[in-house]
C-alpha cells in the first residue's frame, strides 16, 4: 500500500502524542481529532517541531458525530488508531457513568462513523487491566476478561464490541471487512528522547514513574510505596514497565500487519505489549537513584486498595504475529523521565 493516513484519536495525549511523532517519522499523514480534555495542544506542536513535518489537527469529541463525519469526508483516512478515553482508575470507580459514556459510548460513535466512511482498520488501545486477577501473573491473550474496576470494563467492553463488528463482517463475507488490532498495554513510561513530549499528568500523579520523578525534582515531598508485605522476592509489587516509544512502535507494526495475510479475510486479534519482565516499585525506586543521581525520598505505606501483588506480560504473540519486541532498557525508561522532567518542570505549561 502507498503512504497511508491514520487517524490518532487522542493524538495530543502521553502515548497518542508519541506515535504521532513515530508516524511522522516513519512516513505518514497523521490527522489528529483530541477534545484536549486530559492534555494540550503544546505537545503536538512540539511533535511537529522535532520531526519537522505538519499533521492535521481538529479539535474535537469522539462522542460528536458530525465532527467525525467531516472530518472522514476530508481526509482520506486508512487506518485509525484509536487512543481517546479517560484513563484513571479512581475516578472511573467514583464516576462510572462519565467513564462508560466517554469510552463505551464515544467509541460506539467512532466506529459507526468509520463504518459509515467505509474505514475498517483499526488498532485499539487496550490494557493489561482487562484481565482482571487471571490464574498466572505472566498474562496470555487467551486468559478470559475479568477486569476489575469500571475503566477495565470499559476496555473489556470496546474489545467486545470490536470483536462483534468484526465477526458480523466475516460471516457476511463482507467485501471491505473489519481489520483490528487489540494492544493490551502493560505499564507505559517514559518520554521521547528528546526530551520535548512525556507524559504530563494533571495534578498529583497515581502512577509510579511522574511520582518518583515529581519527588526526584522537589514537586512532591515523598513517595508512599504502596504496601511491602506482598508475596515478591522484596515485598513490593511488581510490573511490566515499557518504554512510551517501544509500545508506539508497536501500534506501527500493528498497521502493517492489517495489510497481510493475517487479517486478510477480516480479523480482530488481541496483543500484549510489555517486555514479558517485570520491575518492583523498590527496584525502580533504585534505578532512578543510579541513573539520575537523585535521592528519593520515600516512606513505606499501606497497600493501595486494587492492586495486585504482581502481573507481567507474555509477548510471545506480538513478537511472532507483529514482529514486535521492547527494545529500551528500564535504564533509558528512567533517563528519558528524567529528561522531560527536568527540561519541562511544568509540563507543558
Ligand atoms: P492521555 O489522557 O494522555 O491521552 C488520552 C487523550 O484522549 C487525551 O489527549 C484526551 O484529551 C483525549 N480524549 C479523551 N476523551 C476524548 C473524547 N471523548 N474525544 C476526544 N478526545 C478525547 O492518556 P494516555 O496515557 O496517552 O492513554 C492513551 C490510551 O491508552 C487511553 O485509551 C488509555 O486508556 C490507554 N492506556 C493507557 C495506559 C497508561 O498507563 N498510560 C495503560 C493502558 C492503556
Ligand atoms: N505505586 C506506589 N506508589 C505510588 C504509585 C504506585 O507504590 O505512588 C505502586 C503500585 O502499588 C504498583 C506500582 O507502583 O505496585 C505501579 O503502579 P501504577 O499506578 O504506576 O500502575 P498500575 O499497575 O497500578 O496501573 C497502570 C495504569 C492502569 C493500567 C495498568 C495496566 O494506571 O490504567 O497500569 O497495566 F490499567
New binding site residues.
Partial sequence: MNKQTILV??G?????SHACLELLQAGFDVVV???????KYESLARVQQITGKTLKFYPA???DKAALTVIFQEQAIDTVIH?????AVGESCQQPLRYFE?NVY?SIVLIEAMQQANVKQMVF?S?ATVYGEPPSTQYVEHFPMAAVNPYGRTKAMVEDILRDVSTADQLAQAENPWKIALLR?F??IGAHDSGLIGEDPNGIPN?LMPYVSQVAIGKLAQLSVFGDDYPTPDGTGIRDYIHVVDLVKGHIKAITALQGDLFSGGACKAYNLGAGKGYSVLEIVSAFERVTGQTINYKIAPRRAGDLAEFFADPALALKELGWQVEKSLDDMVADTWAWQTKNPQGYN
Fill in positions: 484519536t487522542g495530543a495525549g502521553y502515548i497518542g481529532v483530541d477534545n484536549l480534555c486530559n492534555s469529541d469522539i462522542r487512543f481517546a478515553g479517560l484513563k466517554n464515544g488501545s490494557s498495554y505499564n507505559p502512577n
